[in-house]
């Protein structure tokens, strides 16, 4: 074959690859994605369904839409209509935009595919936000298609240093959100970073949202709506100022740890923050720390399926029938029931002026998978115990008393004279001691509870007969 012949071989081949590469990529990225819209439909509660696909040579269009189901909204005229029908539900449609470009492509990671998607906004709502981020899209997500099948990206959105154009205008500063996560072989890495953000109003309110930091590694259980591992958002500060009321709350963080514990899950959140002021009172180094344990893995995500399945099916309905929900749901309740799932707080503590506040507290489920015959007495037992200063104690009981007074009255509660409430208030905690059901020594109060067969012991104290025969 001539040189000019082997030339025009090669140019001939170049030139098919060229065409044929991205059409083959684009039938793979266009099959990936509409297998990733049915999964994430599946797994979510609301319906997700590609709206729009059209497929070129180097690129694509694509728009999914996610129908979110909003509670019937309440009429004023239903309370003297009681025979007319309950309001239909309102259903609002997201509208997702998709640009994507086929590849391969060598700038930066190797990848077979990119997609850009940004939010399509209505009318109403693009026009109050246009002041603030003109043309440019609210949010935008990049993902990226690995030559493996793994996608990873990142979410942005546009710095705003602008005011509303409203009558009630408002004026905010941001300077967006910077973001990365991957996702493959059912592994996701999330990190997220946000800017302080300042909202001042007109009327002189001000909110203010310091530094935001999120980050999650999470594994997703044999292909199910079901994911463990762990996640973390901290905010420096975050407060709100009106004329009468400031908020503060500084240091907040909120993390989550689900993880498999010999077979069942164990999934845990903590909340703790160094401080909280609301309407003159103060609050220093708050901790709550919830635990659900003993979860049937099976059965959590045969009732998340359900849970989401039924959302699906029926959350279009004007009128939902608890009865049938949950007789579409009881079977995976009776699997979960079965591993005798528990409920503990296991730290609720926070520094009054008084000093500090401890408690802690469970509920099990201890019977069986059938929910035919539950009962309180015999299928659940539990236990709580605080530990707290008796000045705090007072407050509490003053509180109460303050407002049953004002209630029986019918006055506002602070009609009620202080004496009468210290009155009350010393009647009352003095009867709690005298019953052992309050226990005082110095200046700390306690009190420990327990829940078993029928029977509530405070203090060891036992209150009720418990189960005949138990």
């Not at 025009?8 to 081949?13: E, K, Q, S, V």
């Not at 959100?177 to 800017?195: K, M």
């Amino acid at each position: 074959m001539k040189a000019a012949g082997k030339a025009a071989l090669a140019i001939g081949i170049i030139g098919v690859v060229a065409v044929a590469g991205p059409y083959v990529i684009g039938l793979r990225i266009e099959s990936a994605f509409r297998a990733g819209i049915a999964s994430m439909s599946e797994q979510s509660p609301y319906p997700i369904r590609i709206s729009r696909y059209e497929r070129g040579l180097y690129s694509a269009e694509a728009q999914t839409t996610i129908e979110i189901v909003l509670p019937p909204e309440a009429h004023a005229h239903e309370a003297d209509h009681e025979d007319e029908a309950p309001a239909a539900p309102k259903i609002v449609q997201l509208r997702l935009n998709h640009a994507i470009s086929h590849g391969p492509r060598l700038d930066g990671l190797l990848r077979l595919g990119r997609l850009v998607t940004t939010p399509q906004l209505d009318d109403d709502l693009k026009t109050s936000l246009t002041p603030l981020f003109g043309e440019q899209p609210l949010l935008t997500l990049i993902t990226d298609l690995g030559v493996a099948g793994g996608i990873s990206g990142s979410l942005r959105s546009p710095a705003v240093d602008a005011s509303t154009a409203a009558a009630e205008a408002l004026k905010v500063r941001w300077a967006g959100i910077e973001s990365s996560y991957s996702l493959g072989g059912g592994h996701l890495l999330l990190q997220l970073a946000a800017p302080s953000l300042d909202i001042v109003g007109n009327d002189g309110k001000q909110g203010s949202f310091g530094q935001l930091a999120m980050t999650a590694d999470m594994t997703q259980v044999d292909d199910s709506p079901l994911w463990i591992g762990t996640s973390t958002i901290t905010v420096a500060s975050l407060a709100l100022k009106s004329a009468e009321v400031t908020s503060t709350l500084n240091q907040f963080a909120l993390s989550s740890d689900t993880k498999l514990v010999d077979g069942a899950i164990s999934s845990g959140v903590q909340f703790s923050a160094t401080s909280f002021e609301a309407a003159g009172t103060r609050i220093d180094q708050p901790r709550l720390t919830v635990t659900f344990d003993h979860l049937d893995t099976a059965a959590t995500i045969a009732m998340s399926t359900a849970a989401n399945r039924y959302q699906q099916t029926h959350g279009k309905d004007a009128a939902v029938d608890p009865a049938a929900m949950m007789a579409e749901l009881k079977p995976a309740f009776s699997q979960l029931a079965a591993g005798h799932p528990e409920l503990r707080v296991d730290e609720l503590s926070f520094g009054s002026p008084a000093g500090a506040v401890k408690a802690e507290g469970s509920l099990r489920y201890i019977g069986d998978a059938n929910f035919d015959d539950f009962s309180p007495l015999t299928d659940v037992e539990g236990h709580a115990q605080f530990d707290a200063p008796l000045d705090y104690v007072n407050l509490l009981l003053s509180q109460k008393i303050r407002a049953d007074l004002a209630g029986n009255a019918g006055v506002a509660p602070n009609e009620v004279p202080q004496e009468v409430i210290a009155s009350a208030l010393q009647n009352t905690r003095d009867a709690l001691i005298a019953q052992g059901l309050l226990l005082v020594d110095g200046q700390q109060a306690k009190s420990v509870a327990a829940f078993k067969g029928g029977v509530l012991t405070i203090n060891g104290k036992a209150l009720g007969a418990g189960v005949p025969g138990g």
